[in-house]
C-alpha cells in the first residue's frame, strides 16, 4: 500500500496504523469491502482530521486526493523550506483542510526530511568518489527509508522544473546530485 516502510498513505510521516475507508461508508456501504477504497493511515489523519469527511464538487466528485490512484503533486506543491504544501487546485486545498497537511509537526518532520536527503546526498558522493558502493548505496537506502519519502520526491520533481537554482539557493550542490541518473534510478518512484 505504502513504499517502503508502512507509512500513512496521507500524511507519508506516521506509521499506517489504521485501514481508512477513503470513501466513508457511511456515504457509500458497497465499499465496504472494495480493496481499492483502503487505504493505510495513521489514526492521526484517519481518526483525529478526516474522520468522515468526504467534501465533493458540484457534480459529486471526490474533492479528496487519492493517492492510491492520482499523482498528488498534481494538486499539491511543496515549498521545501517550509515544509508546508501549497495547494495547486481546489483539490488540493481541500485535500490539505481535511487532513490538517499543514499541522505543525508534519511541517517540521518535512523541514528535517529534507535535511537527511541533503546531507545523505553528498556523503553519497564523497562515497562515489572513493569508490566505496557499499557505503555509496547505504546512503540511498538512508533516504529511502526514511519518513515523509513525499520530500524526496518533491525534491526530483522541483529539480527538473524552472527555477531550480531558486528553490534549491540554500544547496545549490543539491541540484546535479539530484540530477544524477543514479540518484534518480534509486530514489525516484513512478
Ligand atoms: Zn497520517
Known amino acids: 500500500m505504502a513504499p517502503d516502510i508502512e507509512r500513512c498513505m496521507y500524511c507519508r510521516d506516521s506509521f499506517g496504523t489504521d485501514i481508512d475507508h477513503h470513501e466513508p461508508i457511511v456515504r457509500n456501504a458497497l465499499r465496504t469491502f472494495d480493496w481499492n477504497n483502503h487505504l493505510l ?3 492521526h489523519c484517519n481518526s ?8 465533493v464538487d458540484e457534480h459529486g466528485n471526490s474533492l479528496l486526493i487519492d493517492p492510491s490512484s492520482e499523482d498528488p503533486f498534481e494538486h499539491l506543491l511543496l515549498a521545501l523550506s517550509m515544509g508546508e504544501y ?3 487546485t481546489e483539490k488540493g486545498r481541500a485535500t490539505i483542510t481535511v487532513f490538517g497537511l499543514n499541522r505543525f ?3 517540521r ?6 535535511r537527511v536527503v541533503v546531507l545523505c546526498l553528498r556523503q553519497w558522493r564523497r562515497e562515489i568518489l572513493e569508490q566505496s558502493t557499499n557505503l555509496a548505496d547505504a546512503m540511498l537506502h538512508t533516504i529511502r527509508e526514511q519518513p515523509c519519502a513525499d520530500v524526496c520526491q518533491a ?5 527538473e522544473q524552472p527555477g531550480a537554482a531558486i528553490v534549491f539557493a540554500d544547496a545549490p550542490d543539491i541540484v546535479d546530485l539530484l540530477r ?5 534510478r534509486a530514489l525516484l518512484l513512478s
Open 105 to 107: 509537526p508534519l511541517a
Open 86 to 88: 501549497v495547494p495547486l
Open 41 to 43: 493511515a495513521c489514526s
Open 180 to 184: 544524477d541518473q543514479t540518484v534518480r
Open 48 to 55: 483525529h482530521h478526516k474522520r468522515e469527511a468526504f467534501p
Open 109 to 114: 518532520a518535512r523541514q528535517q526530511a529534507y
Open 155 to 159: 525534491m526530483l520533481r522541483q529539480v
